[in-house]
């Protein structure tokens, strides 16, 4: 049987489509202008393809030591930020999922007052100065490691799992941690997909923080590195430069272009591999109750 196309289908599938164009065409821009050559970016001649192909944009790009640093230095941040606050809320939300937890809801009152009100940056900054984190990947990594959103829908999705399965584990003699690690944690691979991507990509494009808490050049993430060049208009020394004009190069649109894009695709690329679990875990963790 043939599904009837209507007025309002069209409609809406003409508004989706100009909406899609819309928001992909300045990445496709970006793109197009950073494998592009620089007389035709200048000439203003770049708009759907690359003019005059040309990699030596990224080359330029990897080959400035501060970006492989902010590379570097992005992804542990990443990578250790990402595990340490899904394991914290994880926990957390297990906890406040249990219906003999002491004190259960007044605790979830507390931890939901913070989505409207929080000490702000100068109490932040205190606290992480008398703790002892500054300028240490600690400081990225541990403020914002628990998400009351994240943690509310890890919640959620606890509280949707049978208790008989609960009871199951008790009697083969598993306890509070043992039900979590062999019972919670396996069937909630799609919640914590769809949670690290979030964390990941947070972590990844932070720019806070970092500026905040950070004050050495070596420990800086790829955002700060990409805003000060930017900034700077050139790129570090490169070995066996013959003179200072070969020393630095000034920042084009297609390097600047080019820099953007190599902090960005790394991130883009985690979402074909959790795509399936992505709105999967979003919906199984808000909609259950």
Not at 151 to 170: C, H, M, N, W
Not at 178 to 190: A, E, H, Q, T
Request: charged share 15%.
């Amino acid at each position: 049987m043939r599904k009837r196309v209507t007025g309002f289908g069209m409609a809406n599938a003409a508004f989706m489509t100009g909406l899609m164009l819309i928001t992909i065409y300045p990445f496709w821009y970006m793109l197009n202008i950073s494998f592009s050559s620089e007389f035709y970016v200048i000439r203003n001649e770049v708009w759907f393809w690359p003019r005059g192909f040309t990699l030596m944009w990224y080359k330029e790009v990897f080959l400035d030591g501060r970006i492989g640093a902010g590379y570097r230095n992005t992804i542990a941040y990443t990578a250790v930020g990402t595990v340490l606050s899904l394991i914290i809320t994880s926990l957390g939300a297990f906890a406040l999922s249990q219906q003999k937890m002491m004190f259960r809801k007044p605790l979830l009152l507390a931890i939901v007052f913070t989505i409207l009100f929080s000490g702000g940056m100068i109490p932040s900054f205190l606290v992480a100065k008398q703790v002892g984190i500054l300028d240490s990947i600690w400081s990225i990594v541990l403020p914002g490691a628990v998400s009351t959103f994240h943690l509310l829908v890890f919640r959620t999705f606890f509280q949707s799992i049978p208790e008989p399965l609960y009871d199951a584990g008790k009697v083969d003699g598993l306890q509070d941690f043992g039900l979590f690690i062999r019972i919670v944690v396996p069937l909630s691979k799609p919640v914590y997909a769809a949670i690290g991507l979030f964390q990941a990509v947070a972590l990844w494009n932070d720019f806070y923080k970092p500026i905040l808490y950070l004050k050495s050049p070596d420990k800086f993430p790829l955002t700060i590195v990409m805003r000060d060049l930017i900034i700077q208009g050139t790129l570090s020394a490169r070995p066996g430069a013959q003179s200072a004009a070969d020393a630095s190069m000034l920042l084009s649109d297609s390097l600047k272009f080019a820099t953007i894009m190599a902090s960005t695709l790394p991130i883009l690329l985690l979402y074909p591999f959790l795509q399936k679990y992505f709105v999967k875990g979003v919906l199984l963790g808000s909609v259950k109750e």
